[in-house]
Structures are given as structure tokens and as C-alpha cells.
């Protein structure tokens, strides 16, 4: 079990600098299955979007490609915004924050967004009050008819991932951790196929639509 007080930014400053995107464990070549649900969320492209813990992802580039024109990036690792940031070549119609999604500063203060996605985070917070607080964070920003998309590990996936041990999900958790103002639309075990090492993860594809503001 990794310490209360480990050092979370360096470990993926780390994976990021030592490793190039398509050597990661969680690189998609093509984000269809995400794809596929935000655009079940039939948004504007005025919509804003929120990318949890996006790391050098090619979901940023396809959405932008889409028409999308309020994106907000967040990673923990100063590395993989830089990376992204390089990648998309600055557009200005997308904000990068750093900043820890179970400690936030920053993202505490951003405006209310319609949808908030997370492939592949969520399932690294161990402890009880990184996952409060990711939760608690997600309420505050989600907007009412806003849309959330999380992605994890499903409970007979992976147990580890880069190192760290895992929290695996299921929908009922799911359900249980974003309380009775949220309704689950979709829920999809999916096994994701590493395109360039072969390697194989079970996952848990889940969307749901916020119904009250409390």
C-alpha cells in the first residue's frame, strides 16, 4: 500500500518523462468507446467540456476536431500538460490545469461544466478521502442535465497499473459513490486491447446525466 503522504505529481512527472505515449499502459490510438458516449450526451460545441487526469490523450485532439470549443485539460503531471500542450499546438479555446484531482486548488474554482470524463484515474485513488474528494469536487462542477463519464478498471480487471494498486469498479459502485442526483444512461464492460503491445484490460464504461442540484 503506497504512504498517505506519497508523492503522486513525481511519480507520473516520471512515467511521463521516461516513457513515450504509445509505450503507456492506458494509450488509445482511437478513443472510440469515449467518443461514442459524449456524443450520446448531445452537446453544443459551445458545451464545456472537462477532461479529468487527461495525460497526453488523443481524445483532446479528436474532440477539437469535432467543433468543440470550451475544453478544460487536467493532469496532475506538469510533463504530460506540456506534452498535450505541444500537441495541440496551443489552441487558445483549450485550459490547461495542473492541479490533484483528491487535493484541488485550482479546480475548485472553475465554472460548472457539462461533462466530465475519466478514463483510467479514478481506479488509482486507494484511500477513502482521495476518493471523497474527487467526488465531492466532481458535484461541485457538474452542472444540472450535465453529463459524467467514467472509465476504470472493472472488479476482475487489472489490480495494478504503472506501479500503483488499483481500486476496481463496478456499476453498482459507481452508482453508490455519485449518490441519488445522478441516473446511470450506460454501462459497458469493455476489455481494451493495448494497440501496440497486445496487453489486455477489463473496464467498466459507465455515463450518466445529472437530474438535481443539491
Known amino acids: 500500500m503506497i504512504e498517505s503522504n506519497y508523492n503522486y505529481k513525481t511519480h507520473w512527472d516520471n512515467a511521463y518523462k521516461k516513457n513515450s505515449s504509445k509505450n503507456l499502459g492506458w494509450f488509445e490510438s482511437d478513443p472510440k468507446l ?25 481524445l483532446i485532439k479528436i474532440l477539437i476536431k469535432k467543433g468543440f470549443k470550451n475544453i478544460i485539460i487536467n493532469d496532475i503531471s506538469s510533463i504530460a500538460i506540456k506534452k498535450l500542450q505541444n500537441k495541440l499546438q496551443n489552441k487558445p479555446s483549450i485550459k490547461f490545469i495542473q492541479d490533484d484531482l483528491t487535493n484541488p486548488k485550482k479546480l475548485s474554482k472553475i465554472n460548472k461544466v457539462d461533462l466530465w470524463h475519466d478514463r483510467a484515474v479514478l ?9 471523497e474528494n474527487y467526488f465531492n469536487l466532481l458535484k461541485k462542477v457538474v452542472k444540472k442535465d ?13 489490480k495494478k497499473c504503472c506501479g500503483l494498486d488499483i481500486f476496481n469498479y463496478d456499476k453498482k459502485m459507481l452508482i453508490k459513490k455519485l449518490g441519488k442526483d445522478f441516473e446511470l444512461l450506460e454501462a459497458i464492460n469493455y476489455t481494451y486491447k493495448h494497440p501496440y503491445n497486445g496487453n489486455k484490460r477489463k473496464y467498466i464504461y459507465t455515463l450518466f446525466k445529472r437530474i438535481n442540484y443539491n
Open 34 to 58: 469515449s467518443i461514442e458516449l459524449i456524443e450520446k450526451c448531445n452537446l453544443n460545441k459551445n458545451s464545456v467540456l472537462f477532461n479529468a487526469g487527461a495525460g497526453t490523450s488523443k
Open 123 to 131: 481506479h488509482f485513488f486507494q484511500e477513502k478521502y482521495q476518493q
Open 146 to 158: 450535465g453529463h459524467v463519464i467514467l472509465c476504470e478498471f472493472n472488479l476482475d480487471g487489472a
